[in-house]
Protein backbone atom coordinates (compact mmCIF):
# COMPACT_ATOMS: atom_id res chain seq x y z
CA UNK A 1 0.00 0.00 0.00
CA UNK A 2 2.60 2.59 1.15
CA UNK A 3 5.84 0.92 -1.18
CA UNK A 4 4.77 2.76 -4.27
CA UNK A 5 4.43 6.08 -2.62
CA UNK A 6 8.12 5.66 -1.00
CA UNK A 7 9.78 7.83 -4.25
CA UNK A 8 7.49 10.49 -3.26
CA UNK A 9 8.26 11.07 0.19
CA UNK A 10 11.25 10.52 -0.25
CA UNK A 11 11.62 13.71 -2.52
CA UNK A 12 9.60 15.50 -0.43
CA UNK A 13 11.75 14.74 2.61
CA UNK A 14 14.86 15.91 0.42
CA UNK A 15 13.16 19.01 -0.56
CA UNK A 16 12.09 20.09 3.15
CA UNK A 17 16.10 19.21 4.56
CA UNK A 18 16.97 21.57 1.86
CA UNK A 19 14.61 23.94 2.71
CA UNK A 20 14.99 24.17 6.16
CA UNK A 21 18.61 22.55 6.66
CA UNK A 22 21.34 25.35 5.04
CA UNK A 23 24.11 22.73 6.25
CA UNK A 24 22.49 20.28 4.26
CA UNK A 25 21.16 22.04 1.32
CA UNK A 26 24.78 22.95 -0.23
CA UNK A 27 25.33 19.11 0.08
CA UNK A 28 22.19 18.46 -1.98
CA UNK A 29 22.81 20.57 -4.63
CA UNK A 30 23.91 19.26 -7.68
CA UNK A 31 24.78 15.30 -8.45
CA UNK A 32 25.02 14.22 -4.51
CA UNK A 33 20.88 14.98 -4.41
CA UNK A 34 19.82 12.14 -6.22
CA UNK A 35 21.93 10.07 -4.22
CA UNK A 36 20.74 11.32 -0.98
CA UNK A 37 17.10 10.88 -2.37
CA UNK A 38 18.00 7.35 -3.08
CA UNK A 39 19.02 6.87 -0.18
CA UNK A 40 16.13 8.01 1.85
CA UNK A 41 13.65 6.04 0.27
CA UNK A 42 15.72 3.14 0.58
CA UNK A 43 15.15 4.31 4.53
CA UNK A 44 11.56 4.47 3.88
CA UNK A 45 11.45 1.36 2.27
CA UNK A 46 12.96 0.06 5.53
CA UNK A 47 10.97 1.04 7.78
CA UNK A 48 8.00 -0.26 5.15
CA UNK A 49 9.50 -4.09 5.49
CA UNK A 50 9.44 -3.19 9.69
CA UNK A 51 6.10 -2.56 9.27
CA UNK A 52 5.70 -6.08 7.56
CA UNK A 53 7.87 -8.29 9.12
CA UNK A 54 8.97 -6.63 12.66
CA UNK A 55 11.12 -9.78 13.34
CA UNK A 56 13.37 -9.03 10.40
CA UNK A 57 17.50 -8.56 11.06
CA UNK A 58 18.31 -5.26 11.31
CA UNK A 59 22.10 -5.24 12.37
CA UNK A 60 23.15 -4.16 8.60
CA UNK A 61 21.00 -1.33 8.76
CA UNK A 62 22.09 0.09 12.01
CA UNK A 63 25.42 0.26 10.57
CA UNK A 64 24.50 2.40 7.72
CA UNK A 65 23.00 4.78 10.59
CA UNK A 66 25.98 4.80 12.70
CA UNK A 67 28.30 5.52 9.28
CA UNK A 68 25.73 8.74 8.93
CA UNK A 69 26.54 9.80 12.22
CA UNK A 70 30.43 9.11 12.07
CA UNK A 71 29.91 11.16 8.80
CA UNK A 72 29.25 13.59 10.49
CA UNK A 73 32.38 14.03 12.93
CA UNK A 74 34.46 13.48 9.47
CA UNK A 75 31.97 17.00 8.02
CA UNK A 76 33.02 18.69 11.25
CA UNK A 77 29.00 18.89 11.66
CA UNK A 78 27.08 18.69 15.47
CA UNK A 79 24.90 15.44 15.51
CA UNK A 80 21.85 17.91 15.86
CA UNK A 81 22.14 18.33 12.33
CA UNK A 82 21.38 15.07 10.99
CA UNK A 83 18.91 14.78 14.50
CA UNK A 84 17.25 17.82 13.03
CA UNK A 85 16.78 15.87 9.25
CA UNK A 86 15.71 12.73 10.73
CA UNK A 87 12.55 14.97 12.32
CA UNK A 88 12.09 16.90 9.42
CA UNK A 89 11.64 13.64 7.61
CA UNK A 90 9.43 12.18 10.25
CA UNK A 91 6.89 14.77 9.98
CA UNK A 92 7.19 14.87 6.02
CA UNK A 93 6.42 11.04 6.69
CA UNK A 94 3.72 11.41 8.99
CA UNK A 95 2.13 14.06 6.66
CA UNK A 96 2.21 11.91 4.29
CA UNK A 97 0.74 8.73 5.36
CA UNK A 98 -2.25 10.74 7.04
CA UNK A 99 -3.36 12.03 3.82
CA UNK A 100 -3.22 8.60 2.49
CA UNK A 101 -5.01 6.78 5.09
CA UNK A 102 -7.73 9.45 5.28
CA UNK A 103 -8.03 9.46 1.40
CA UNK A 104 -8.54 5.81 1.53
CA UNK A 105 -10.29 5.50 4.42
CA UNK A 106 -8.08 4.34 7.17
CA UNK A 107 -9.63 3.43 10.45
CA UNK A 108 -8.45 6.59 12.82
CA UNK A 109 -6.71 4.02 15.20
CA UNK A 110 -4.62 2.49 12.71
CA UNK A 111 -3.39 5.80 11.52
CA UNK A 112 -2.40 6.75 15.25
CA UNK A 113 -0.44 3.29 15.15
CA UNK A 114 1.23 4.01 12.29
CA UNK A 115 2.62 7.73 13.67
CA UNK A 116 3.58 6.11 16.68
CA UNK A 117 5.83 3.73 14.85
CA UNK A 118 6.89 6.67 12.32
CA UNK A 119 8.45 8.49 15.77
CA UNK A 120 9.84 5.53 16.87
CA UNK A 121 11.63 4.22 13.89
CA UNK A 122 13.03 8.16 14.29
CA UNK A 123 14.22 7.87 17.60
CA UNK A 124 15.96 4.11 16.92
CA UNK A 125 18.11 5.20 14.07
CA UNK A 126 18.44 8.33 16.29
CA UNK A 127 20.58 6.45 18.89
CA UNK A 128 21.93 4.69 16.12
CA UNK A 129 23.37 7.73 14.87
CA UNK A 130 24.42 8.83 18.02
CA UNK A 131 26.15 6.20 18.75
CA UNK A 132 28.23 5.71 15.61
CA UNK A 133 29.02 9.90 15.91
CA UNK A 134 29.98 9.11 19.49
CA UNK A 135 32.75 6.12 18.54
CA UNK A 136 34.03 8.11 15.57
CA UNK A 137 34.56 11.46 18.33
CA UNK A 138 36.40 9.38 20.53
CA UNK A 139 38.50 7.96 18.01
CA UNK A 140 39.24 11.51 16.71
CA UNK A 141 40.05 12.56 20.04
CA UNK A 142 42.04 9.67 20.71
CA UNK A 143 44.81 10.17 17.80
CA UNK A 144 44.79 14.44 18.62
CA UNK A 145 46.05 13.31 22.42
CA UNK A 146 48.67 11.04 21.04
CA UNK A 147 49.77 13.83 18.24
CA UNK A 148 49.99 16.19 21.55
CA UNK A 149 51.76 13.89 23.50
CA UNK A 150 53.62 12.93 20.74
CA UNK A 151 54.64 16.66 20.21
CA UNK A 152 55.27 17.04 24.18
CA UNK A 153 57.73 14.46 24.18
CA UNK A 154 59.53 16.19 21.19
CA UNK A 155 59.30 19.86 22.61
CA UNK A 156 61.14 18.18 25.67
CA UNK A 157 63.43 16.09 23.78
CA UNK A 158 66.96 16.58 24.26
CA UNK A 159 67.59 15.98 20.61
CA UNK A 160 67.22 19.03 18.42
CA UNK A 161 64.28 18.78 15.78
CA UNK A 162 63.29 20.63 13.09
CA UNK A 163 61.35 23.79 13.57
CA UNK A 164 59.47 22.21 10.31
CA UNK A 165 58.28 18.98 11.84
CA UNK A 166 57.68 20.70 14.98
CA UNK A 167 55.53 23.27 13.34
CA UNK A 168 53.50 20.25 10.93
CA UNK A 169 53.04 18.09 14.09
CA UNK A 170 51.55 21.16 15.71
CA UNK A 171 49.18 21.78 13.47
CA UNK A 172 47.99 18.19 13.41
CA UNK A 173 47.41 18.58 17.35
CA UNK A 174 45.92 21.89 17.54
CA UNK A 175 48.50 23.60 18.82
CA UNK A 176 50.50 27.17 17.76
CA UNK A 177 54.00 27.06 18.38
CA UNK A 178 55.32 30.05 20.01
CA UNK A 179 58.53 32.29 19.97
CA UNK A 180 59.16 30.65 23.95
CA UNK A 181 57.54 28.30 25.87
CA UNK A 182 57.15 27.55 30.04
CA UNK A 183 57.27 24.03 31.02
CA UNK A 184 55.88 22.87 34.37
CA UNK A 185 56.82 19.49 36.74
CA UNK A 186 53.79 17.95 38.79
CA UNK A 187 54.23 16.15 41.69
CA UNK A 188 52.37 12.99 41.79
CA UNK A 189 49.92 13.04 44.74
CA UNK A 190 48.05 9.98 45.69
CA UNK A 191 45.95 11.99 48.47
CA UNK A 192 44.83 13.87 45.52
CA UNK A 193 43.79 11.38 42.89
CA UNK A 194 41.60 14.89 40.67
CA UNK A 195 43.87 14.89 37.16
CA UNK A 196 42.95 19.09 36.13
CA UNK A 197 41.48 20.02 32.84
CA UNK A 198 43.56 22.89 30.84
CA UNK A 199 42.56 24.54 27.71
CA UNK A 200 44.07 23.43 24.42
CA UNK A 201 46.93 25.95 24.38
CA UNK A 202 48.25 23.98 27.27
CA UNK A 203 50.23 20.54 26.53
CA UNK A 204 50.00 17.95 29.05
CA UNK A 205 50.89 14.27 29.66
CA UNK A 206 49.16 13.13 33.53
CA UNK A 207 50.48 9.27 32.66
CA UNK A 208 54.02 9.82 31.63
CA UNK A 209 56.69 9.02 34.77
CA UNK A 210 57.42 13.06 35.22
CA UNK A 211 54.27 14.38 34.84
CA UNK A 212 54.52 17.69 33.51
CA UNK A 213 52.59 20.41 31.35
CA UNK A 214 54.18 22.99 29.05
CA UNK A 215 52.85 26.19 27.08
CA UNK A 216 53.59 29.16 25.84
CA UNK A 217 55.41 31.76 27.91
CA UNK A 218 52.97 34.17 27.29
CA UNK A 219 49.97 31.72 27.93
CA UNK A 220 47.10 32.51 30.47
CA UNK A 221 45.73 29.71 32.50
CA UNK A 222 41.95 29.55 32.94
CA UNK A 223 42.70 27.81 36.02
CA UNK A 224 45.60 27.89 38.40
CA UNK A 225 48.29 25.37 38.63
CA UNK A 226 48.25 22.27 40.38
CA UNK A 227 49.59 22.33 44.48
CA UNK A 228 51.95 19.55 42.94
CA UNK A 229 53.72 21.97 40.54
CA UNK A 230 57.36 21.72 41.49
CA UNK A 231 60.93 23.02 40.20
CA UNK A 232 62.86 20.80 38.05
CA UNK A 233 66.33 21.07 36.77
CA UNK A 234 66.04 19.30 33.25
CA UNK A 235 66.55 21.06 30.19
CA UNK A 236 63.91 21.39 27.35
CA UNK A 237 64.20 22.95 24.20
CA UNK A 238 62.68 26.04 23.05
CA UNK A 239 60.66 25.32 19.71
CA UNK A 240 62.71 28.05 18.18
CA UNK A 241 66.09 26.83 16.73
CA UNK A 242 69.06 28.94 19.18
CA UNK A 243 66.94 29.03 22.19
CA UNK A 244 66.79 26.87 24.79
CA UNK A 245 64.86 26.68 28.12
CA UNK A 246 66.49 26.53 31.34
CA UNK A 247 64.42 27.05 34.93
CA UNK A 248 67.01 26.50 37.65
CA UNK A 249 65.62 27.54 40.64
CA UNK A 250 61.64 28.00 40.42
CA UNK A 251 58.44 26.26 39.78
CA UNK A 252 58.70 26.57 36.00
CA UNK A 253 61.14 28.03 32.92
CA UNK A 254 60.46 30.06 30.37
CA UNK A 255 62.99 30.42 27.34
CA UNK A 256 65.66 32.84 27.12
CA UNK A 257 68.01 33.58 23.79
CA UNK A 258 70.88 31.02 24.30
Not at 22 to 42: C, D, H, N, Q, S
Not at 77 to 102: C, H, K, M, P
Not at 132 to 152: C, D, H, N, S
Amino acid sequence: MFRPRANDVAVAVVQEIRRSIPEYARLLEGPFGPIVTGGVEETIAQFIDRLADPSAPREDRAKIFRHLGKLEVAQGRNIDTLQSAYRIGARVAWRRIAEFGQSVNLPTVTICQLAEAVFDYVDEISVLSLEGFAAAQAKVAGALERRRRRLLELLLSETPVATANLTELAATAGWTVPEHVVAVALERRESDPDIPSFDDGVLEDFDATEPCLLMAADHTLREPLPAGARSSARACHSPMPGRRCGWPGGRCRTCTAS
